[in-house]
C-alpha cells in the first residue's frame, strides 16, 4: 500500500484529492489498468491532520528503464497495450469541462455545481489544473468550472443583407464569411467561463 499527501503547495487540495481519487476509479471502472484506492479524505478534518489518499503500490520497471533492451516483439506488443488503453480514454465522452469527482464529495463543498455523469456517482466539477489556482490566482473568486462544452450551444447564422467590408467592422460580431451571430448567442458564449 502507498499513503499518500498533497504537497504544501497544492491548491486546493480538497478538490485535487477528490478529483484525483474519483478519476482513478472512473478510469479502472473502464478497466484500465490503473492502482486501486483503499481509503481516501479530501479534506483535512480526521485523525491524519491532512488529506490523504491510500492506495494500491504497483511493483514494475519504469519503461523508460527497459525500453533499450526490448526486443521487436516486445516493443510492438507494448506499443500495441498503449494503443489499446488510449483508445478507451479517447472514448470516454463527458458532459461539460472541468474535472472529475464523486458526486458525494462535490456536494460536501459546492451544492449543485457539478454536472452528473449518466449513473450520477460521478460529476464534472470545478477544474484542478494548477494554472487556474497558482499564487495569487487562488484567492480569486471567479468560476473554474465546470464549463459546458462549446459544442452543446447550437448556433444559427444568419446571412447579413450587404455585407461589405463596412459591415464587418460594426460593432456586431461578424464571420469572415459575412454571417452575425445573434446577440443572444454572443452574451451567452462571453459569460462561458474560461
Known amino acids: 500500500m502507498v499513503a499518500r499527501i498533497p504537497y504544501p503547495v497544492t491548491i486546493p487540495k480538497f478538490y485535487?484529492?477528490?478529483s484525483e481519487v474519483a478519476t482513478l476509479d472512473f478510469l479502472r471502472s473502464f478497466g484500465l489498468p490503473v492502482p486501486e484506492i483503499y481509503g481516501y479524505s479530501p479534506d483535512s478534518d480526521n485523525a491524519a491532520g491532512?488529506?490523504?489518499?491510500?492506495?494500491?503500490f504497483v511493483r514494475g520497471s519504469k519503461l523508460s528503464?527497459?525500453?533499450?533492451?526490448?526486443?521487436?516483439?516486445?516493443?510492438?506488443?507494448?506499443?500495441?497495450?498503449?494503443?489499446q488503453i488510449e483508445s478507451v480514454m479517447m472514448s470516454l465522452s463527458f458532459p461539460a469541462g472541468g474535472s472529475l469527482y464523486f458526486t458525494k464529495d462535490l456536494k460536501k463543498v459546492a451544492t449543485g455545481l457539478g454536472i452528473p455523469l449518466e449513473d450520477?456517482?460521478?460529476c464534472m466539477g470545478p477544474d484542478t489544473r494548477l494554472p487556474l489556482?497558482?499564487?495569487?490566482?487562488?484567492?480569486?473568486?471567479?468560476?473554474?468550472?465546470?464549463?459546458?462544452l462549446f459544442s452543446t450551444f447550437s448556433f444559427t447564422l444568419e446571412p447579413t443583407d450587404n455585407c461589405r467590408p463596412k459591415c464587418r467592422s460594426s460593432s456586431r460580431s461578424r464571420s469572415p464569411q459575412g454571417t452575425r451571430i445573434p446577440e443572444a448567442v454572443q452574451s451567452t458564449a462571453l459569460a462561458l467561463p474560461a
Open 65 to 83: 528503464d527497459v525500453w533499450p533492451s526490448l526486443g521487436e516483439q516486445e516493443v510492438i506488443s507494448v506499443i500495441h497495450q498503449l494503443t
Open 133 to 148: 489556482w497558482y499564487g495569487r490566482r487562488s484567492k480569486l473568486d471567479v468560476n473554474r468550472g465546470p464549463c459546458m
Open 50 to 56: 491532512t488529506e490523504y489518499i491510500f492506495m494500491q
Open 120 to 122: 450520477n456517482h460521478f
Open 16 to 18: 485535487a484529492v477528490a
